[in-house]
Nanobody, 121 residues
Framework: QVQVVESGGGLVQPGGSLRLSCAAS????????MGWYRQAPGKQRELVAT???????NYADSVKGRFTNSGDNAKNTVYLQMNSLKPEDTAVYYC???????????????WGQGTQVTVPS
């Protein structure tokens, strides 16, 4: 079984910083990309940032210049450094891993359980 586990959420004042971590574990043949999504109350889940195994990154316009996605391929781990946090960043942040379990298997998305980030107004 594959597990995707996030950590690092919490309560932070506006302008503050948080660092989220996400680790994928289990019997994994290859990870193609890992990403961060978030869902605020009453809103749809939206993409925050993604990173391919080759290191290419993509960010939502709302977080460009404030959030940085990095990774450690050897540990199947990605990190989301969030700076200059705003109340509108408040959401549950989910990690997603795009991977294959075996050489002949399909690419599948696995989700973590989410971690709450709260920035009070």
């Amino acid at each position: 079984q594959v597990q995707v586990v996030e950590s690092g959420g919490g309560l932070v004042q506006p302008g503050g910083s948080l660092r989220l971590s996400c680790a994928a574990s289990g019997i994994i043949f290859s990870i193609y990309a890992m990403g961060w999504y978030r869902q605020a109350p009453g809103k749809q889940r939206e993409l925050v940032a993604t990173m391919t195994s080759g290191g290419s990154t993509n960010y939502a316009d709302s977080v460009k210049g404030r959030f940085t996605n990095s990774g450690d391929n050897a540990k199947n781990t990605v990190y989301l450094q969030m700076n200059s946090l705003k109340p509108e960043d408040t959401a549950v942040y989910y990690c997603n891993a795009d991977l294959k379990l075996g050489i002949g298997s399909r690419r599948t998305y696995y989700w973590g359980q989410g971690t709450q980030v709260t920035v009070p107004s």
